[in-house]
């Protein structure tokens, strides 16, 4: 059965929250968390608090890649109701992956109820993420620095460092559109590629490999080695 839609930003917040409010808003959070960058760990245990919290001490959750899928028993009499949540892309966003972490601590501790806290996640959601311009920055000096320790000159370094804001621009904008991952991955290696042939067809550029792995380093291994920390530490 597919996940139902999450209740609308009213002042429903002081309502006592149903089964469906519950657990659109267990999704909402878990897709949230993923998109910006949590693991997989965080997301079931956030979700799995949510449910034990409300009254649903046998929900399960599963999470894999690009898929949330949550199951619970309403009661003896009724079937057992499963939900999936497909994920869009994703991008690491600390600080809003933070926000959203916190706000599930309020939600399980009871300082905030269900349908206040989805209110709440929408604005986190709206506002929280952190400006373009500083994210472009960040591409722009992780990608010089990955291309200096690769032993890049100045030229390969500033090259590496163009593409890489582009890269973030145009991952950005697949985000938005909620284009899936991979797509994302694909769109980011073919400009990574594209911008170090033109570079090497223009100007005396030694060093296109580099280029390459450093303007796309933010995009596949920066993220991707963030996550799996992330699961290590957490078990």
């Given amino acids: 059965m597919p996940s139902s839609s999450p209740p609308e930003r009213t002042a429903r917040s002081s309502a006592t929250a149903s089964a469906d409010d519950l657990f659109s ?35 399960t959750v599963n999470v894999t890649m690009g898929q949330i899928t949550l ?3 309403p009661s003896e009499t009724l079937q057992p109701v499963t939900l ?26 009871g300082r905030v ?22 994210r472009l920055m960040g591409a722009f000096l992780m990608a010089m620095g990955f291309a200096w320790l690769l032993g890049a000159d100045l030229a390969a370094a500033l090259v590496a460092a163009a593409t890489a804001v582009l ?26 590629v ?3 042939s033109l570079a090497l067809a223009l100007t005396p550029l030694t060093q296109p490999g580099v280029v390459i792995t450093a303007s796309i380093v933010t995009q596949l291994v920066g993220s991707a080695s963030v996550s799996a920390v992330q699961d290590l530490l957490t078990g």
């Fill in 25 to 59: 808003f267990a999704l909402r959070i878990g897709e949230s968390l993923l998109r910006n960058g949590a693991s997989s760990e965080v997301v079931t245990r956030a979700l799995l608090a949510l449910a034990r919290t409300n009254g649903y001490p046998d929900c």
């Fill in 71 to 73: 199951g619970y028993v």
């Fill in 84 to 109: 999936v949540k497909n994920v869009g892309s994703v991008e690491l966003d600390i600080p809003t992956s933070t926000a959203i972490e916190d706000l599930v601590g309020e939600t399980v501790t």
């Fill in 113 to 134: 109820g269900v349908l206040e806290a989805f209110e709440k996640l929408n604005f986190i959601i709206d506002h929280g993420r952190s400006p373009l311009t500083l």
């Fill in 167 to 192: 890269t973030e621009f145009l991952s950005t904008g697949a985000s938005r559109i909620m284009l899936p991952p991979f797509y994302a991955r694909v769109l980011s290696s073919v400009l990574a």
């Fill in 194 to 196: 594209g911008a170090a």
